[in-house]
């Protein structure tokens, strides 16, 4: 099964970028880089997804290496209510063995 | 708004007893997912479904069953057989069983024993 590997926490300013990483280095051709955010108690939310090109929208932008085996995301301006956990995944078709794993929790330091 | 709504939002269960958890949506997804998150842990799939009258399990299937006899649902049942159900239980939808397409979460339902 594709895993994905994050830091357990980062910090980050107000206002200022965050690149949370994400690495996967068994990612299949068929793997698409998700990613989502969890507050306490409460469902994850969607951020962004991709396959090979670098993805923008209105919540972050999504940069994929070349040999798609890490992904970054960013967060151009942090505010508080970007403090969440972030988490990492690769969907395929075929859902059997999805795992959010842990994912990295962003600290947002006023 | 279309959203998935779970209900309740906390349960409690008696030992022995069998419980079902609500799940609902109206975004006209075809695909639907159960998981379940320990505290500070990650989501593990439960089951899942693709189409009405198709599910197929994941990778903690064990004491836990499901039905989809209708598009927008897709009840939860944690069994007796479960012996370990405290957990907060996330339902997603999503357009389809494809990598290409993002899920959308409901609130989650904390389950606890009595």
């Known amino acids: 099964d594709a895993k994905t590997t994050q830091p357990n926490s980062m910090e980050s300013n107000e206002e200022e970028p965050v690149h949370l990483p994400c690495n996967h280095s068994?990612?299949?051709?068929?793997?698409?880089i998700h990613w989502y955010r969890q507050l306490p108690s409460q469902g994850p939310e969607y951020v962004i997804h991709g396959l090979t090109s670098n993805v923008n929208n209105r919540m972050a932008s999504l940069a994929i290496a070349e040999d798609r085996k890490s992904s970054t995301l960013i967060l151009h301006r942090a505010t508080l209510r970007d403090a969440a956990v972030y988490y990492c995944?690769?969907?395929?078709?075929?859902?059997?063995?999805?795992?959010f794993g842990i994912g990295t929790k962003l600290q947002v330091i006023p | 708004d279309g959203g998935i709504t779970q209900s309740p939002k906390y349960l409690f269960r008696k030992e022995g007893q069998n419980v079902t958890l609500s799940c609902e949506q109206n975004?006209?997804?075809?695909?639907m997912y159960w998981y379940r998150q320990d505290p500070g842990q990650g989501l593990r799939l439960i089951y899942y479904s693709q189409i009405v009258n198709d599910f197929q399990k994941g990778d903690i299937a064990e004491g836990y069953s499901v039905s989809r006899e209708k598009k927008e649902s897709f009840p939860l049942t944690v069994t007796s057989a479960q012996k370990n159900p405290t957990a907060f239980y996330l339902c997603?939808?999503?357009?389809?069983?494809?990598?290409?397409?993002?899920?959308?979460f409901g609130d989650g339902t904390r389950l606890s024993i009595l």
């Open positions: 997603a939808s999503s357009l389809g069983l494809t990598g290409n397409q993002p899920q959308h």
């Open positions: 975004l006209n997804h075809d695909a």
């Open positions: 068994t990612i299949s051709g068929t793997d698409y």
């Open positions: 995944i690769l969907f395929s078709g075929g859902y059997q063995k999805v795992t």
